[in-house]
């Protein structure tokens, strides 16, 4: 049977000519076979072939007919409905092109912010079965999110039941140096079991095996797919090449895919952790540097792991009372949640603008219809004689709109394509997972739905309308009252009180990240960023191994610097103030004041400076004094604290002079006097108040934090004005030193600045953009509106001024009904914005998201805009003259 | 003088099935052969008869070849698929069953008291 319909449609489109031959054969062939009949019947031939003919009937009905009965009647209807409505809106050329460009940018802005969204929250993680991974953190009084030290990794591994495999996770930020000059890369360490556990595939070679664990075992790493891209151009054979990490040769063993990401943690190169080599496997007290990831036994809940979790944490603090004290609890959280957690209020928020944008595009489209269509009554009314169903005059209707978003779409979608590479400059680079962004089947399905949908929104509503007939009747007879345009009006008159409603939810997000925005960027860092360059460099392991000789390093640094033109002071830094993922914090006590719970232990931000470092980044010494050259291992040791610390553990006196004890060794913590105060500096970001820090010279650092040191530490340069040319003295500076030591690039501190806002600023862009097109569309829908009533209503305001009416009893009528829109609109905008406040309150910094103010000003705003509409429509109503309007019809 | 019935929708392509289930025939001879088996009794428009033919290829119970008539003019003649053999055994028994009942609802006499 199905062989049979497609040969039928077969015959009907593709063979079009061969079949309308054989069936005018066959009917000619029937006239002469009835001639024949007819003859023998003792006619003659021309007088049987003139009655067969006329027996037979229409011979264009015939042919009509049969074709009918072939199969593919809905297709050429589909043919013919598609060619009248192509040549119906060629000749609207300006309506076309509206439409068009309104389709094309509200799908193409969908499109694309579907397309991140897509890249960064909907594709499925490289893990199988991701709803049983757990990302575990430490938790302390004052944040549920830090580490483990490596000896408690070990203890969870070995005692816990309730998960099929506990791996630690640290980051790992090498110098990585392949065949030329050394450069960072930032990645982690991670159990070797971890992999199969998590069911992450490599895309080439093999990911880590037990083995690899062992202490003692040849080194591998296995690099992400934004490194092998950018630095291997994608060469498959770079499996079995050897590269060297913070001075030890590894194996490159495989690739990893795309898809592959961690919370919070840049993955572009994965170390086994190899716990048993690690110096500090036995160090109670060692630094905490590990996250851990689990996978959850089949028929264990979340809620039995952590109660077994938390059991094992009160062992080992019976234990072990001294050390694991301070941690309270345990906090699980699933990691694809935990990876997605920053962004995805942002994501979504913008991806629902976009698609509010587009929908109050579509209304308009289908408010113009409307109008257009009322034009096109008679033409309807003849088809409807002629024998179209209610359903045929809808499908024909649909076509057009159908074909706008087509067209419109397609457009839109390649835009949308074409401008991929702005776009990923435009998004934050920390979105998780943005490397792997393409334009995939998803993305392009949802292309065609979003065409679909575009084409039922814009046209569903008109073809409706206009396909009842007692619609059309009411059309016909124009102006004579308002019952025609009854419906009309009033459903147009929703439609436009909607657009107002959405646009005044987008307008007042983006007001209050507005504000959030201009208020975060008025924040003072603590410091002085203007004039200042910054290099983050490491130092290789050899020849680095002690606090002496990084003070050498430094000391001759320091003697180039001094001697180089344009430079006004210069110091070094453990970490950045606003460097992103870095965090080093320890515990310390005041010993006359010592916690009432070890849990209460305070802790600081902590900082390794050379003297110079507070001078350069222009941070205020306020009380005491700073660090000198004689700050070294031979005398004893001293802190300069910030005053946040100060304030908040010496309130009773002047910390100048007092001891604290601070616990920033593997061992015992050491007693360190304070002879400096120096004003707060935000160090994680702008957002977050500034917390105590306490800075150490860099002479008296604690041998357990030289590898850290080493590994990475920040030159700041203070510049006197615009130094071109510095970044490569900066660097030869270095190389002539030590050309072993990986430099990255010179940034401006101000960068860093910039960085921090970045994601603000890019959420403020879009959305912003997408209000003001809001605005517009949502005003041009007015203007539409309240002009196709003056117009519909020409008559009845003809009548009114020839009764005695002034032009301004007219023009109130007109703003009134505008107003009682425009009102009905901020109503329902203003309920859907408080409803909706909720979701984007975690994006608001420093207004409430119901702040009243920036819902008075955007109110006002799209008043003061809708009454601009209204009033250039009601300039018609003006010209309107009595007599003309009275004798048209 | 031949009475003609007006026939039910459907009836018609079960006869076209049931006249050329007797051989292959082209359009004219197919018009001939109904009236011929039902004893002059049905005669078919020949506006109806195309569009059925076509149809019924369409739905595969026809297929059709060209061919010469019988006064060697060129000619489309219709044949039976196997399809529509079993489509026409399938109608004949149903049109049977149906067309008895009916006959014995009409043939009822009221009851005698």
Known sequence: MIAAYLRSIARRFLWRAQTERETEEELQSHVQLRADALERGGLERAEAQRRARIEFGSQVQFKEECREAMAGNAVDQAIQDVRFSFRALWKAPGFSLVAVITLALGIGATVATFSVVNTVLLRPFAFSHPEKLLWIYSQRSDNPRTNFSLPEYCDYRDQVTSFDGLAGVASFNPSFADSGPPERVQGVRMSASAFAMLGVRPLLGRTFIAEDDRNGARGVVLISYGLWSRRYARDPAVIGRAVNLNGEMREIVGVLPASFALPNLDTEIVVPLQPDADPRRNLRNSVNFLRFVGRLKPNVTVQQAHAEFDAIRQNLHRQYPDVYTGKIGITLIPITEEIVTNIKSVLLTIFCAAGAVLLIGCVNLAGISLSRAAARQRELAVRTALGATRRQLTRLLLTESFLLALVGGSLGTLLAIWSQRMLLRLVPTDLPRIESFSFDWTVLLFAVALIFGAALACGLVPAWLLSRSDFRDALVSSGRGTAGGGLQSRLRTWLVSGQIALALVLLANAGLLLRSFALLSKEQPGFEASDVQTIRFSLPQTGYADVASLAHFYDQLHSHASAINGIKSDAVISILPLAPKSISFVHFTRPDRPPARPEDTPSTNYRIVTPDYFRTMGIPLLDGRGFTESDDGDHPLVAIVSAILAKDHFADRSPIGQRIVVDDTDGTPRQIEIVGVVGPVKQTNLETPAKADIYLPLGQMAKDGVPFFRNSAYWVIKTSGRAAGLEQVLRETIQNIDPNVAVGAVRPMAEFLVAALAARRFSLLLIGSFAAAALFLAAAGLYAVISYGIQQRNREIGIRLALGATRATILGMIFKEGALLVVGGLIAGFAIALALGRLVANQMYGVNEHDPFSFVVVCLMLSVISFLACAIAARRAMNIDPIVSLQCE | ?113
Do not use: C
């Open chain 2, 1 to 113: 003088m031949s009475e003609e019935a007006e026939l039910l929708p459907g009836t018609l392509d079960l006869l076209i099935l049931k006249a050329v289930s007797l051989g292959p025939l082209h359009g004219y001879a197919v018009l001939s052969r109904i009236e011929q088996i039902s004893g002059k009794r049905l005669f078919i428009e020949q506006g109806a008869l195309y569009p059925a033919l076509f149809r019924l290829v369409r739905q595969g119970l026809l297929k059709t070849e060209w061919g010469k008539s019988e006064n060697n003019r060129r000619a489309k003649f219709y044949e039976l698929t196997a399809k529509g053999r079993k489509r026409l055994q399938q109608e004949t028994d149903w049109w049977k069953r149906a067309s008895a009942a009916v006959t014995a609802a009409l043939a009822a006499r009221p009851q005698q008291a």
